[in-house]
């Protein structure tokens, strides 16, 4: 009888910790940059200069950074995840080749973002630069472009996995409706796939949204680490910048005084605030969509 | 009338062709990184390179010696915090899943996943570098066994769900008592599943770098110390490909090679497991 009591509580109390894990961690966020939201205030989040030397912080080249990359690789990355969605959910749900591909773009995921990252700085870049120059910028090679067009590859798996287990949840009653109305292959998967699966490969690509916004050695490697805002729109994408992660991981064990170090703190905490809320509204679709 | 199925017939042959030229193309990068890192890396492995630490500039040979061990023993301590907390949660929740402590658990499970690995590795920087006042082994496990958590729970959880209850109700009903129910029934039934889960996270951990740089930080020494600094892999590599030397880079070309040779192996090992005993992860 002890025992099993013992037992029982041993669970509760695991699952407990799970709880004040992520409890401790957003007051460990909130109470380390405390000290910069005191100096800083609000306008941190949109102050245009960051120079720790003269102590002026401001958090708008990373956020735009940050907001860049991750769009760029995901508009990059969408006609991918799509049509792996549905060539495995619809067009070759089964046999030897589906499964090897499957396989391989699980793959993809697998592999660590450090060796994207240093793949990327000696293999990508040159051929960036070589591409830069024809289109006539600034061959810089390294910066926002090179970083999305890694982060796409890295989280395509993200979004296509989950495509491709919803597409095959489409009912075939469904399908085959539209078949026998003499509907084509392509018309079926635009008027009856696509609109029935609609939210949860949105959910997807919110996910891979929430793995770029996040990630950081591949961008960190490639990115350039410059802390000034681009002129144009041209030398915004092309140039080199920095996202929040990035900067975290490259000033963090440099950061000599309080109120720096506090200011990549509440970097983190607004990186922390932003996937956790497109993970859970993510998530929330997928749930909806199964449960129906 | 026939032009016009004509046209729709077309128009469904060239949208297929579309779909699979996007859908094979992906598998490009993948092809060219690993054929690449294979290329550069086979030719630095050698029996010298996998026992001796990293040459000073300028001298050839040195190995990677120290960032093996380092990441052995880091991820061997993850597993160790990781694995009975993970296991258990996922017990808990696949037992009790209409609590209120499940629906929470829960949430924070699906939280934990999606947390960024820099934000673990700023918050256990505070919770145990500032207190101890060095960078650590024993802190880069605690920041890798936050990231393990969430797989093993889920994976924990989804394997358990799906046996029977068949299974426990026959075991409850000749009077065994419910803790040797789940460690000796429940448990032995789903450990293929688990067992799946526990490597995947492993293969998950055994590349990050983002938490380590303030935790674990790296140590151009062999050391065995857990109180101290202590070299991983992936951080080898992000210190030598980022350094100028042609030296580093070769080393860290190894260094890559060896990390990512062990990660697919990993990956597809526990491919087998799960289509073997068919599960569902």
Known sequence: MKWETIFKRLLIIMSAILVLLIIGILITLIVQSMPSIKSLGIGFLWGKVWDPVQN????YPFLIGTLLTSFIALIISIPFSYAISIYLGEYNPKGWLSNLLKNTIELIAAVPSIIYGFWGLFVLVPVIRIFEAKIGVAPYGIGVFTSSLILAVM???????LGITLIRMVPSPLKEGAYALGATRYEVIRSVIMPYTRSGLFAGVLLSLGRALGETMAVTMLIGNTSAIASSIKEAIFGPGNTMASVIANEFTEADHTVYLSALIELGLVLFFVTVIINFIGKRI??????? | MDARIGIRNTKSMLFKGVIVFFAFLITLPLIIVLLYIIKQGVTEVNWHFLTHVPAPVGETGGGISNALMGSLLIVLMSSIVAIPVGIMTGIYLSENPHTKLAYYSGLCVDILQGVPSIVVGI???FWIVKPLGTFSAISGSIALAIMMLPIVIRSTEQTLRLLPPSLKEAALSLGVPYHRVILKVIVPCGFAGILSGIMLSIARIIGETAPLLFTAFGNPY???????????????IYTYATSPYD????LAWGASFILLMFVLLLNITTKLITRKWNIQL
């Open chain 1, 286 to 292: 997928i749930t909806k969509f199964t449960n129906n």
């Open chain 1, 155 to 161: 989280i395509i798996p993200y979004a296509a996995s």
């Open chain 2, 247 to 250: 030296d580093w880079h070769n």
């Open chain 1, 56 to 59: 002026i912080y401001g958090a």
């Open chain 2, 222 to 236: 062999l050391s065995y110390s857990v109180t101290k600094p202590m070299e991983t892999l992936p951080h080898l």
């Open chain 2, 123 to 125: 918050v256990v920087y």
